[in-house]
């Protein structure tokens, strides 16, 4: 009973180098997004996805790229690290409504 | 500026009594409130919800209400439980944003036994 799963758990990186995030979903949801939770901001949509194929922007894009080739994968991919996107990266996925989330990836830029 | 404002960061409560936690929103285009429930070290979990037809939600312990017209929600927990200690989100969406969610930036619940 998988659900959403992310990997890494815990990333470290140094300023300037590249990575991505990977998410998984086995519930065949349209529906993927990634968001960021910051202290007192809550969690910030970064981008998301309401198809293979189809992908949007959300509230806080920039340094982010993402991509849907299939169903139940949708990767985030920073392009050059920046100590701003120091954070905890949550994946989640919707049927219709209600969204699942993952158990998140804390990432640190140094 | 925040669409969905949750002011007290935190709040702390005594094993049995009532918690009860609040959330503004500024566009009037949300016509869904969800609250989330959060562990340290794992991801949100939807917890319960409410449509702007209703204007209150129950589900066990957990009461949500809705005053469209002050754009004010609020979630009751009662009896509060220890186990109920954890980061609460506030989260709106409105029929355009379809599955996309706005989230206030959670308050801390911190039940004492």
């Known amino acids: 009973n998988a659900g959403v799963t992310q990997t890494p758990k815990f990333q470290v990186l140094k300023t300037g180098q590249s990575m991505t995030l990977q998410c998984a979903q086995d519930?065949?949801?349209?529906?993927m997004s990634w968001y960021r939770q910051d202290p007192g901001m809550g969690l910030r949509l970064i981008h998301y996805s309401v198809g293979a194929g189809i992908t949007d922007q959300g509230e806080v894009p920039n340094g982010y790229n993402v991509s849907r080739s299939t169903t139940e994968d949708f990767p985030l991919r920073l392009l050059s690290a920046a100590p701003s996107q120091t954070s905890v990266y949550f994946c989640?996925?919707?049927?219709?409504?209600?969204?699942?989330f993952g158990e998140g990836s804390r990432l640190t830029v140094l | 500026d925040q669409q969905v404002k949750q002011n007290s960061p935190s709040l702390s409560v005594q094993e049995g009594r009532i918690s009860i936690l609040n959330c503004d929103y500024t566009?009037?285009?949300?016509?869904?409130f969800l609250w989330y429930k959060k562990y340290p070290a794992e991801g949100p979990t939807f917890l319960i919800s409410i449509s702007s037809i209703k204007d209150k939600n129950e589900d066990g312990r957990f009461t949500v209400f809705l005053n469209k017209s002050a754009k004010h929600l609020s979630l009751h927990i009662v009896p509060s439980q220890p186990g109920d200690s954890a980061v609460y989100f506030c989260?709106?969406?409105?029929?355009?944003?379809?599955?996309?969610?706005?989230f206030g930036g959670g308050t801390r619940l911190m039940v004492k036994p």
């Open positions: 989260a709106a969406s409105g029929e355009v944003e379809g599955n996309m969610l706005t």
């Open positions: 989640a996925s919707s049927g219709a409504g209600e969204l699942f």
């Open positions: 519930m065949n949801h349209e529906y």
């Open positions: 566009n009037s285009m949300f016509d869904y």
